[in-house]
T-cell receptor, first 115, second 115 residues
Framework: NAGVMQNPRHLVRRRGQEARLRCSPMKGHSHVYWYRQLPEEGLKFMVYLQKENIIDESGMPKERFSAEFPKEGPSILRIQQVVRGDSAAYFC?????????????FGPGTRLTVT | DQQVKQNSPSLSVQEGRISILNCDYTNSMFDYFLWYKKYPAEGPTFLISISSIKDKNEDGRFTVFLNKSAKHLSLHIVPSQPGDSAVYFCAASGGNQGGSEKLVFGKGMKLTVNP
């Protein structure tokens, strides 16, 4: 049973380019979360999605960032016109249909470097 | 505003002894607490969780204690093993609007277990 998959694992972008990060949840999981970790910091929530719906985007920067989880295919976190401050590790997590617990299972992360 | 705090950045213990990792929170609406372990360049791995209706949960060498009145939880690892050396994150969830299950993380604590 494959875990949460993220690709690419490492991504280098120049300032002003676009970054696309992909996440495939665990089999049977319909909830996807994106978190960002800056150096020496904990993980910060960005967005929570279910298939074709954004449930909570309270942690997303107001500009340049967007996320989707289409009916078919992986969830995508898109960062337009990247700046150096976007350099971070981006983690995706998934959980099954809500059943009382809130365990989220994380992927290996995508490390974005903006040069 | 740091709602989940891990005030000690690091801890060093001898193999075989007990490791105690502490976590404090400020939001009284949190009702579910989790501990994650993270190795460098990997995603967080779920360890153990506890609901606010309990004060203790045990899984093998790992025990989590919750003191709701003090808004404090701790993770006990006994006996500690060198493979436990990692960064440990405390996380909390609950009280979110719209049913969001986002996790709020502490900054992490680096545990080193010496052979």
């Amino acid at each position: 049973n494959a875990g949460v998959m993220q690709n690419p694992r490492h991504l280098v972008r120049r300032r002003g380019q676009e970054a696309r990060l992909r996440c495939s949840p665990m089999k049977g999981h319909s909830h996807v979360y994106w978190y960002r970790q800056l150096p020496e910091e904990g993980l910060k929530f960005m967005v929570y999605l279910q298939k074709e719906n954004i449930i909570d985007e309270s942690g997303m920067p107001k500009e340049r960032f967007s996320a989707e989880f289409p009916k078919e295919g992986p969830s995508i976190l898109r960062i337009q016109q990247v700046v150096r401050g976007d350099s971070a590790a981006y983690f995706c997590a998934s959980s099954p249909v809500r059943a009382g617990g809130y365990e989220q299972y994380f992927g290996p992360g995508t490390r974005l470097t903006v040069t | 505003d740091q709602q989940v705090k891990q005030n000690s950045p690091s801890l060093s213990v001898q193999e075989g002894r007990i490791s105690i990792l502490n976590c404090d929170y400020t939001n009284s609406m949190f009702d579910y607490f989790l501990w994650y372990k993270k190795y460098p360049a990997e995603g967080p791995t779920f360890l153990i969780s506890i609901s606010s209706i309990k004060d203790k949960n045990e899984d093998g060498r790992f025990t989590v204690f919750l003191n709701k009145s003090a808004k404090h939880l701790s993770l006990h690892i006994v006996p500690s093993q060198p493979g436990d050396s990692a960064v440990y994150f405390c996380a909390a969830s609950g009280g979110n609007q719209g049913g969001s299950e986002k996790l709020v993380f502490g900054k992490g604590m680096k545990l080193t277990v010496n052979p």
